[in-house]
């Protein structure tokens, strides 16, 4: 984990935007992106959710890691929503045991659920049932979880820069260049 910490607080100084705030939340950070990372790298499908209000990064998340210009293995990274179009009508314990029974079907590797937006919203009673799950919090402290304001002005800013790091992350554990080890 020391590696990572020490990797992740170089990236952050070496980011030429205002990225300063990161360092003091690096601790929470690591053993998230870790996680997530190690995840992805094991072949797991990551299941993207969002609420409404932050669909818009859903779609930048998708539209941006398996970018060709990277140059890297494409990765299983997916939109639940896409794929499950009834998502949204899911509301019992039972409708989402079918649902996990059919998404284990689905990825027989596995798989992970990436959740951003508000605690309160429907789809985490999905991402709260798995403990692999890769969680951006708004409003809320919820444990594993990486906590975020919607209040705060420069929140589209933040999320983009999280980003920025998992993908700088994901990138340096494919290419050896990191160690989630050590």
């Known amino acids: 984990m020391q590696q990572l910490l020490k990797w992740t607080l170089e990236t952050i100084r070496e980011e030429e935007s205002c990225f300063s705030w990161m360092e003091e939340y690096r601790y929470e950070w690591a053993p998230l992106v870790k996680s997530a990372v190690a995840q992805s790298i094991e072949g797991k499908t990551v299941l993207v959710m969002t609420d409404e209000s932050h669909?818009?990064?859903?779609?930048?998340?998708?539209?941006s890691v398996n970018d060709l210009r990277k140059n890297r293995p494409l990765l299983p990274f997916y939109q639940l929503s896409e794929c499950f179009p009834n998502l949204h009508n899911i509301h019992s314990t039972q409708e989402l045991q079918l649902l996990e029974d059919m998404l284990e079907i689905s990825y027989p590797n596995g798989y992970y659920i990436w959740y951003i937006?508000?605690?309160?919203?429907?789809?985490?009673?999905l991402a709260f049932r798995c403990d692999d799950s890769f969680l951006w919090i708004m409003d809320e402290e919820v444990q594993n979880s990486f906590a975020l304001r919607s209040s705060d002005t420069l929140l589209d800013i933040k999320l983009l820069q999280l980003y920025k790091l998992?993908?700088?992350t994901l990138s340096a554990v494919l290419?050896?260049?990191?160690?989630?080890?050590a």
């Open 55 to 63: 669909k818009w990064f859903g779609k930048y998340i998708l539209n």
């Open 175 to 181: 290419f050896g260049d990191l160690d989630l080890e």
């Open 117 to 125: 937006g508000k605690g309160e919203h429907p789809y985490t009673k």
């Open 166 to 168: 998992f993908d700088k």
